[in-house]
């Protein structure tokens, strides 16, 4: 019996599991300091490059001088002022042009795999440093075990809180949600990994499950069948293929998951490690339900008025609708953003929300009688209202061009607006880069490069657009808007707007990618059939060219950074491939240090591009 108390008492004082306990609890805050210094990091650098960008514009404005004195080329002249410039651009090269293809759905840009590296060494260093216990045994399973679950347990807030659409990570560092949503699905994915570990490492230990209550293992074992069909379902396949399967899917399987990871971890009291995920998903969900109410206010009265709030859907074509609805004045969006709509008559589930470009900018001149509304005459929608161009597939956009179809309207509610666009105010020369329905983003921001120059808001001389579509015919979904942009642009502004016919053949309805022009390349094109009376129309303006065939952006892009010796930037939005040959063309040596120190522009790339990552 002396034998058992000693046994006992060297068992309580085992210095094994004094630093278990200790290294178990610690790590996971050592882990979350390194976020939040890398985190602080990244809003330090977005501050900075807010208040060199406010700084650079009031310089530029106040030595503008004529507004017409175009663009200037560069001179040649190597000059050391421009360090800071050559810095900042090569560090943009680097970061996110140059990227990495991972089979033939995922392109990873260097930043992204940096950071995806450098989460899962962080995580598996505190994982496995300092496992040796007493006696000298590397990597005791005792050790690293119980610590892998309590590290990923700590994440599970992190994760949480990059897959909201309302996050305070993209407020604090100017990143937009959707481009945090990789990070969101890199590190749950690394979270599962490690939970895996955890799992694993207590087969070993089965013979003490019985010290638990009889819920502690089979719960904590729904958890991980419930994240495995989640990362499973979360592949990109499974998602652009059957994306309402997964968003179903996600919200079981997320739920399961956070329930039984709180009743697992509950009985070690590290419970305080998966509620706040609760806290997070319902704050994100009561802010949108709070926008919804207020943006659409007038459903929710008893009032004949709720009536204007439902949307006009035309079909442009078999596969194109404009989604056309009005909505308060307190509705405020800048060009590029997206919102949420949510069609009770139209989805599977009434809650159902689907996001989608808004294809109009919120203009502030004008009213509904004055001259300016005249002005606009068909194209009034793109500047007044709501307009999405929605590519119809399968599922919700096949539902809704059959509404279409029948020339009903339809009530939608509106959430939104989301994402950070880029100011383009303080760029002399704008060039746009779209593929088939990528017209949503740079029609928008065409109409507001124009606006905001006519309203002296913007520095930019010279816009570029360059798209590229399968079918003249294509050309009537904007050409009323593009037509009235032209006529209300100053005449100091140089418009240039380069339309790309790929194809004037029908293609089959099945052949549904067609329609994302996901091929770039160099070389002749199929010349398109009888062209739409839109395009006779645009012909009369001298800014529009109509080519057949492919864009050879590496050749256009090039083009336009040697005429220029300021600011440029190039915003993209279309399928993989346009945004591969855009990035692949603003590599060095167009932004090479050594043309920046001799007068090139300074050149920015913003990339909206289709698919998941």
């Not at 329930?259 to 704050?283: D, N, Q």
């Not at 949420?340 to 989608?356: D, N, R």
């Not at 607006?417 to 983003?441: C, E, M, Q, R």
């Amino acid at each position: 019996m002396d034998a058992t108390l000693f046994a006992r008492a060297a068992k309580v004082v085992s210095p094994d599991k004094a630093l278990r306990v200790a290294r178990a609890k610690g790590y996971p805050n050592e882990v979350w300091w390194l976020i939040a210094c890398f985190v602080g990091m990244i809003t330090v650098f977005q501050l900075g490059s807010w208040l060199v960008s406010t700084l650079f514009r009031l310089k530029k404005s106040s030595s503008a001088g004529d507004a017409e004195a175009g663009i200037s080329q560069a001179n040649g002249r190597f000059s050391l002022r421009r360090i800071p410039e050559a810095i900042v651009n090569t560090y943009r090269v680097l970061a996110f042009r140059w990227t990495i293809q991972v089979g033939s759905s995922y392109t990873l840009n260097l930043a992204e795999v940096v950071v995806t590296f450098g989460y899962i060494i962080a995580l598996f260093v505190w994982e496995f440093i300092n496992t040796t216990d007493a006696e000298g045994v590397k990597y005791d399973l005792s050790y690293w075990g119980n610590r892998a679950g309590t590290i990923a347990a700590s994440q599970f807030p992190l994760v949480t809180a990059l897959g909201t659409k309302n996050n305070v990570i993209a407020y604090i560092t100017g990143i937009s949600y959707d481009k945090l949503n990789y990070v969101h699905r890199m590190t749950a994915r690394v979270v599962f990994a490690l939970l895996w570990v955890h799992s694993g490492n207590k087969v070993p230990y089965s013979s003490v499950w019985s010290n638990y209550p009889f819920f502690f293992i089979p719960v904590g074992l729904l958890a991980m069948v419930a994240f495995t069909i989640l990362c499973i379902v979360s592949l990109r396949p499974i998602r652009s293929n059957a994306y309402e399967i997964f968003f179903v899917m996600h919200f079981l399987m997320v739920l399961i998951l956070l329930l039984g990871a709180y009743f697992h971890t509950r009985e070690e009291k590290m419970g305080y490690y998966i509620w706040p995920s609760f806290l997070v998903w319902a704050l994100d969900r009561f802010i949108r339900v709070v926008r919804v109410v207020v943006f659409n206010h007038l459903y929710f009265s008893w009032t004949e008025k709720k009536a204007q709030l439902d949307a006009t859907v035309e079909l442009l074509s078999p596969h194109f609708v404009r989604l056309r609805l009005s909505r308060p004045p307190h509705f405020h969006w800048s060009a590029g953003q997206t919102a949420y709509i949510i069609m009770p008559t139209v989805s599977t589930l009434p809650t159902e929300a689907h996001p989608f470009t808004i294809a109009s900018i919120e203009s502030q001149e004008g009213g509904p009688d004055t001259s300016e509304e005249k002005k606009l005459g068909d194209s009034a929608p793109y500047w007044r209202e709501l307009v999405f161009l929605i590519n119809v597939r399968e599922g919700f956009t096949k539902r809704l061009a059959n509404t279409a179809r029948k020339g009903e309207r339809v009530k939608v509610l509106i959430d939104g607006p989301y994402g950070f666009t880029p100011n383009l105010d303080n760029d002399d020369t704008v060039v746009l880069v779209a593929g088939g329905s990528g017209v949503s983003y740079t029609l928008s921001t065409f109409l507001s490069v124009v606006n905001n120059v006519r309203a002296g808001k913007s520095v930019c001389r010279k816009v570029v657009w360059i798209w590229a579509i399968r079918d003249a015919s294509h050309i009537d979904w904007v050409s009323r808007a593009l037509t009235q942009a032209l006529e209300l642009a100053p005449g100091y502004l140089s418009v240039n707007i380069w339309i790309y016919i790929t194809s004037g053949e029908p293609l089959p309805v099945t052949n549904q990618q067609a329609y994302d022009d996901d091929s770039v390349h160099n070389g002749p094109g199929s010349n398109s059939g009888e062209k739409s009376t839109a395009v006779v129309s645009l012909l009369d303006y001298s800014a529009i060219q109509l080519n057949s065939g492919r864009p050879d952006l590496h050749a256009l892009l090039r083009d336009e950074v040697a005429q220029n010796s300021r600011t440029m930037s190039v915003t993209v939005c279309g399928s993989q491939a346009i945004a591969r040959a855009c990035r692949s063309a603003l590599r060095f040596p167009v932004s090479s240090p050594k043309n920046i120190l001799k007068g090139g522009p300074n050149v920015k790339l913003h990339v909206e591009s289709f698919g998941y990552a």
